[in-house]
């Protein structure tokens, strides 16, 4: 491969090499790859606002296959051979109730660094893009909805962090993800080449300043320093990717959804963000997804009045039957995209579900209960054998399940977050 000025980082002095060469030509890359077997998928989605404890997680005294799915699960049970229900999982530094996504997928200690009140970590969706996205148009794409905050979501744009502990942005309606996606726009093609180059510019014009900056500062300025650069890099990176696939025009599916025409919200808003989720992945267009779920408007799509936060604090009473239909909607949901996974077929025969990993769940187990996150995956991707109730040691960190997926597919993460190793029940 001929490296040209794009491959580095210029200073005054030199020049930084980007990380991972091997996968600067991605074009060449995912011709090499489409050959092969389907690729792996991970898929991890959350809601906000846990879930109806009493009738949402299955009896605690029977695991293995024999087990019954409870009210909330029951919508599922069509696939309960291909589902795991899990229990016991808990992130032990969660320490705000209604945060229920901030660090869903990082297990990070929030107050890991002293003096801060706020610390985050990488996600697991994004360990897994850094192997599984080399090949694809789109590294990851994250989804989310509008008024994340309403819906039970803490701080961040996403489910998504970086490497830096950074949140990454999420495309929070259907019409923007179909657009990203499927749409290739009207800007000529020599205007996005020129709308590049001027970026990376830019980039190096910083590189420069940071240079000079960078002479005679302490430790603690110089780790800012630092990870100021380091997200230069991430920038350039993606800038490189984006060229490279700037000339090659995005495929669209034929079963590929009809454009949104207007706002879409709630259950309708989740079921088409599903189905673009399917889209996406029978062009190859990314293979990581994490979907940051709306619970306010799927309240009032099926006429609840209550808001999110009220239902979640509920009793015995209209608030807890709300917060029951809430959980059979979103049952009914998921149920629905496994039944698209399972009818999609790749190019070799084989089911699209077989090579998927999905995770489903949240952060928070029901009102301000933050241990016992209600968690539900499926998918034969990572090689988990299904049609179980695993209850495991209390307080088992829900982090280990994302080692485990992510080990699953093939990726070889050492730890994340709060890890102590993998869920090797997942696997008998």
Request: net charge neutral; charged share 20%.
């Amino acid at each position: 491969m001929n490296l040209s000025r794009r491959h580095f980082l210029r200073g005054s002095s030199g020049a930084l090499a980007l990380p991972a060469l091997e996968s600067l030509d991605w074009k060449k890359f995912a011709s090499a790859a489409s050959v092969d077997r389907p690729a792996k998928r991970m898929v991890f989605l959350s809601f906000g606002w846990g879930v109806t404890r009493d009738d949402w997680f299955p009896d605690k005294s029977i695991s293995g296959t024999d087990y019954e799915l409870p009210a909330g699960l029951k919508p599922l049970q069509r696939h309960k051979e291909d589902i795991t229900v899990l229990q016991n999982l808990s992130n032990q530094f969660s320490s705000e109730a209604h945060w229920g996504s901030t660090f869903y997928l990082t297990g990070a200690n929030r107050y890991a660094e002293p003096g801060k009140s706020f610390h985050n970590s990488v996600s697991a969706d994004q360990v897994a893009a850094e192997k599984l996205g080399l090949a694809t148009r789109f590294t990851s794409v994250q989804l989310g909805c509008k008024g994340a905050e309403n819906s039970g979501h803490g701080p961040g744009l996403s489910l998504a962090w970086n490497r830096q502990g950074k949140p990454v942005a999420g495309l929070d309606n259907p019409v923007a993800a179909y657009h990203k996606l499927f749409s290739d726009g009207k800007t000529p093609l020599a205007e996005r080449q020129f709308m590049l180059q001027k970026q990376r510019s830019v980039l190096d014009a910083v590189m420069e300043d940071a240079k000079d900056v960078g002479r005679g500062l302490g430790s603690n300025d110089a780790d800012k320093l630092g990870e100021y650069l380091q997200s230069v890099r991430d920038i350039e990176t993606r800038l490189l990717k984006e060229e490279q696939w700037l000339d090659v025009p995005k495929t669209r599916p034929t079963t590929l959804p009809e454009e949104p025409q207007g706002p879409v919200a709630g259950y309708e808003e989740i079921k088409l963000m599903y189905d673009l989720m399917i889209a996406a992945m029978q062009v190859d267009a990314t293979r990581v997804f994490t979907y940051r779920q709306p619970v306010e408007s799927l309240l009032k799509s099926f006429g609840a009045t209550i808001t999110g936060h009220n239902m979640s604090h509920y009793t015995n009473g209209d608030r807890k039957i709300v917060s029951q239909t809430r959980d059979q909607k979103q049952s009914e949901l998921l149920a629905y995209f496994i039944d698209r996974l399972k009818q999609t077929k790749e190019s070799d025969g084989s089911r699209l579900f077989d090579h998927v990993a999905m995770s489903y769940g949240s952060n928070i187990n029901s009102i301000h209960y933050l241990t016992n996150c209600p968690t539900v995956i499926t998918g034969g991707g990572a090689g988990v054998a299904h049609g179980r109730h695993l209850v495991l040691d209390s307080g088992t960190p829900l982090a280990n399940l994302w080692l485990s997926l992510l080990r699953g597919v093939g990726v070889d993460a050492a730890s994340l977050g709060d890890s102590s190793g993998v869920i090797k029940e997942l696997f008998v």
